[in-house]
């Protein structure tokens, strides 16, 4: 593994309304569309505005409302950086036209190939993985395996996840399509989806608070939130938190589904050069640091993990496949 460390994951917002001022193209200044709440993002912004004079005019919202926004205003979009969570959105916006591909010898030699567009329309600035989350008190770490074996009899009524229209679970689907094939996945979720201890509702958090209440024994949630929880302020979330403990599926073959979230300039991009440089800066020691410091959401107190190797473009690339399948398996 490279510097890049891949600590931090970028969390979506309720979509800013105050539009940035359209301006001539200049170097002393870049817009970004971040999914990530402004104050997870804004003390790197300012540093890097501190290092290089260059300022950062930042519009925040959800990931698929950035999405459509950046569709709608074309052209004339005053967006130079698109920052978004998850592979598949970052392979939806480079279907829909709205990311330009660059080139960068610092990002090519900072972010490792499966973690990056292979034609330079993307690149991570973060990774988390997807384990299973389970009830220590009612799970024996011993009986878990794999994402496959969770199909397995054992754990009929026991599972709690959330809703297919979650990009999360779509790209999950994906990385098993590409490594098991439709059919041998379509079998899969036909079985999985009977093992649901309950319609999937909720988020991620959900999920956790459900295991933790014994609605359901294991979940699969990605590792920030459970990281949030346990940092929280709320003694409700530490409580439920400290009830659950992390397993790391598919140690034995692939590795643990990890997913990214990302940046990428824009086909509008008026400011070219100075997002390259904004994008070369998050994948710095610097920023890297102050995402692991701040943040707390790389798993490092539950051990090193596998992971899949799989280039993360694929996820993009089956999504459509993955969303059919789940929907002819039932999975709401």
Known sequence: MSKFMFRNIFLSATMAFTLLACSSPQSSEVNLYSARKEQLIKPMLDEFTRQTGIKVNLVTGKADALLQRLQSEGANSPADVLITTDAGRLHRAKQAGVLQAVSSAVLTKSIPASYRDPQGYWFGLSLRARPIIYAKDRVQAVALSSYEALADEQWHKRICIRSSSNIYNQSLVASMIAANGVQATETWANRFVKNFARPPKGGDRDQIKAVASGQCDIAIANTYYLGQMIHSDKAEQKSAAA??????????????????????????????????????????????????????????????????????????????????????????
């Open 243 to 332: 009830k659950v403990a992390v397993f790391w599926p598919n140690t034995s073959d692939r590795g643990t589904h990890v997913n990214i979230s990302g940046a990428a300039v824009t086909q509008s991009a008026k400011h070219k050069d100075a997002a390259i440089k904004l994008i070369e800066f998050l994948t710095s020691d610097v920023a890297q640091q102050w995402y692991a410091d701040t943040n707390l959401e790389y798993p490092v107190s539950w051990g090193t993990f596998k992971a899949d190797t799989i280039n993360l473009s694929k996820l993009g690339e089956l999504n459509a496949e993955a969303v059919k399948l789940m929907d002819r398996a039932g999975w709401q």
